[in-house]
């Protein structure tokens, strides 16, 4: 229901824009958000936004790094990925919760139900 796009390799200092899909969805307000992952780590946060676009949150590692931003029909989500570094090397997962209220964004991944099936995302030194 959530599909990806936009992954790749990329040198170190470069960019990158992930766009995510969610015209499956049928709730009729969800918050989106981004994880990550790299083998044997646990799923991890990145940047989410709210239903109404008025919440943005993001992970430390990326804050001033990366921009979130949501359609104006609300069904798509893209991640503007600057300044790459070879730590954010990994798998890219969007995800969508249509649990919170409108102006909310959870950063946990357990509250998330719905998900995309990843972009792989290469940073090289």
């Known amino acids: 229901q959530l599909v990806e796009s936009g992954g790749g390799l990329v040198q170190a200092g470069g960019s990158l824009r992930l766009s995510c899909d969610a015209s499956?969805?049928?709730?009729?307000?969800?918050?989106l958000a981004w994880f990550r992952q790299v083998p044997g780590k646990d799923r991890e946060f990145v940047a989410g936004?709210?239903?109404?676009?008025?919440?943005?949150q993001f992970a430390d590692s990326v804050k001033g790094r990366f921009a979130i931003g949501r359609s104006s029909n609300k069904n798509t989500v893209w991640l503007q990925m600057n300044s790459l570094i070879p730590e954010d090397t990994a798998v890219y997962y969007c995800?969508?919760?249509?649990?919170?209220?409108?102006?909310?964004?959870?950063?946990?991944?357990?509250?998330?139900?719905?998900w995309g099936q990843g972009t792989q995302v290469t940073v090289s030194s």
């Open positions: 995800a969508a919760d249509d649990g919170v209220a409108a102006w909310e964004v959870i950063t946990t991944w357990t509250a998330y139900d719905y």
């Open positions: 499956g969805r049928t709730s009729t307000s969800y918050a």
């Open positions: 936004i709210s239903w109404t676009a008025g919440t943005r």
